[in-house]
Each structure stands twice: as C-alpha cells, then as structure tokens.
C-alpha cells in the first residue's frame, strides 16, 4: 500500500513539474501552403496560438506544403505562416475538437525584399560580431551555417568573402564573390570587390577587366572609384581615369582625395576651368594641410 502511495505521489509531482498545456485537445487542422502559382511551398513554419491562453505549438509544411497539426482544442486559433523570402501571412480560425475542421489552403506572395526572422538576425549579430573580433574562421563558419539554412540569403556569400579577403586569401575570396554572381550577373558590388581581388593579387589587368563590366554609374563607393581611376591614370588612360574621379566627386562631394585626384585629371585633360572649380572646392573643406598648400599653388598656376 505505501509503495502505491509512493508511486502515486510520484507521478503527482512530476505533473505538477511539466508545463500546462491547456491549448491541447482532441481537435485535428490540416492544409495546404502554396506560392502564387499555386506551386507547394516546403519548409513553411506555421505557428498555432490558441487565443484564451495564448499559447501554442509550430509545424512546418512537408515537401508537398501539406500540414498536419493535432491536439487541436476547441475554440479561437491565431495561425501565422512564415518562410523567408515570402511575406508572413496571418488568420484566424474557430476550430472544432470533435467534428472535423475545413481543411485550410492559403498561398503565400513572394516577399520584394529579403525577409529576416528575429532567429536569423540573432546569428546575422553573431556572425558579424566574430568578423569584428577577427575571429574570421568562426564567422565563415557561422555564415555559411546561414546560407545553408536559407539558401535565398546568398548574399552573405559577400560577408564570406570578405573573410577571405581580409586574410588575403584573394582566390577564395573572389570564388566566394563569384557565387553572387551565379544567382544575379550584373550585381555591381560583387565585381567591384573581384576586381578588388585581383588588384591585391597584383593583376593589374585582370582587375581593371573586371572593374571594366560596371557601368560606373552603379559603383556607389568613392573610394573604390578613386582607386580604379587611379589604376587607369597608371595605365596611361587619363580619360578613363577622369570618369572615375567625377564619378566619386558626385557619391561624395566631400571626399577630398577624390576633389584632389579630379582636379589634376582636369589639368592632364587641359581644362583649366574645370580644374579652378575643384580645387576651389577642396580648400572649402581643407584650407590647412600640405596637400592643401599644393592646391594653392596648382591654382596659383591655373588663374595666370
């Protein structure tokens, strides 16, 4: 009698240790999750709230974007399905426990941007944290762990290959850029930072043929295009040069290598006017420093 007593007591203390589940019943909900076309979406997380208690569970759609979710108690349910890469969709339902419930069929739209969940942004930090840290080994690993879980976020193979190039390890480095390129061929950012590959490589050649793809209208990095107009004054190709130098004067009107470098390439391409106006602009903003006596003199020179 007192080792029932016992047992009894036992399996009373360990129930009052497990949460409660007051959301759970006998009830059974089942759907279907497609994209636009009415194609089946896997992979859906569809989290289930059971709104007098406010609490749930999730499931996720199989390969054929079917989804089974029993225990199901009766009364008002907030369902909420989220896959990143297409906008979460919400609704609610009034389920039954013991009659079967209509089954659901919701189509998710396609998301215009990329979509983070609060999970994804958590490792995104951690990722991010490791590269500040020079921990470029575990931020590899940590984006990499990202990208696979969620292949549409291919654009961290960027961060990757920063990794990469911040240990100068320029091969691996560009073959993590090239895998940007595989998903969108024109993305300006990914050649640059190739380009930038092959110039640290001391492949002068290489660097300017990539650099040489991008209409440089889409380059939004001043100093990149500092760096590329001064490969082409290198190469000889002064006008070249000059698109590059006025091209980093428009992203950043303040950058006073760029005013600097634009206003000789006026000079070379023999537009004193031109060149007057740069150089005036650069001592609004530096009127104190060496290269600001050589501007002195520059115009000194141009207004005779």
């Not at 009698?1 to 497990?18: D, N, Q, R, V």
């Not at 990329?114 to 490791?130: F, G, Q, S, Y």
């Not at 793809?213 to 040069?241: Q, R, W």
Request: charged letters at 25%; proline letters at 3%.
């Amino acid at each position: 009698m007192k080792k029932s007593i016992l047992i009894m007591l036992g399996i009373l203390l360990i129930a009052g240790m497990l949460p409660a589940q007051n959301w759970k019943g006998k009830g059974r909900l089942e759907g279907t999750v497609t994209d636009e076309t009415g194609a089946p979406l896997a992979g859906v997380k569809i989290k289930l709230t059971f709104v007098k208690d406010n609490e749930g569970f999730e499931v996720v759609t199989e390969a054929d974007g079917v989804f089974h979710a029993n225990w199901i108690r009766k009364g008002a349910w907030n369902i909420d399905f989220f896959k990143p890469g297409y906008e979460m969709k919400a609704l609610s339902i009034s389920a039954n426990e013991y009659t079967k419930n209509e089954p659901i069929t919701i189509a998710l739209k396609k998301a215009s941007g990329i979509v983070l969940t609060d999970e994804i942004k958590d490792e995104l930090n951690k990722a991010n944290d490791l590269f500040d840290q020079k921990n470029y080994p575990g931020a590899i690993e940590l984006y990499t762990t990202i990208i696979t879980a969620n292949p549409e976020i291919y654009i961290l193979y960027k961060n990757i290959g920063n990794c990469y190039f911040a240990q100068e390890q320029y091969d691996k480095a560009e073959e993590s850029y090239l895998k940007i390129l595989e998903k969108e061929p024109t993305n300006a950012d990914a050649m640059v930072l190739i380009g930038n590959t092959y110039a640290n490589r001391n492949n002068l050649e290489k660097a300017m043929e990539w650099y040489g793809k991008i209409d440089v209208e889409k380059i939004t990095d001043a100093t990149v295009l500092v760096n590329i107009g001064i490969n082409y004054v290198n190469m000889g190709k002064s006008e070249d040069a000059l698109k590059y130098f006025k091209q980093a004067v428009v992203v950043n009107p303040n950058d006073l290598d760029a005013l600097y470098r634009l206003g000789l390439a006026y000079i070379s391409a023999a537009d004193s006017d031109d060149a007057i106006v740069c150089f005036e602009n650069y001592l609004k903003i530096d009127s104190t420093s060496e290269r600001a006596d050589q501007v002195r003199k520059f115009l000194d020179y141009l207004k005779k």
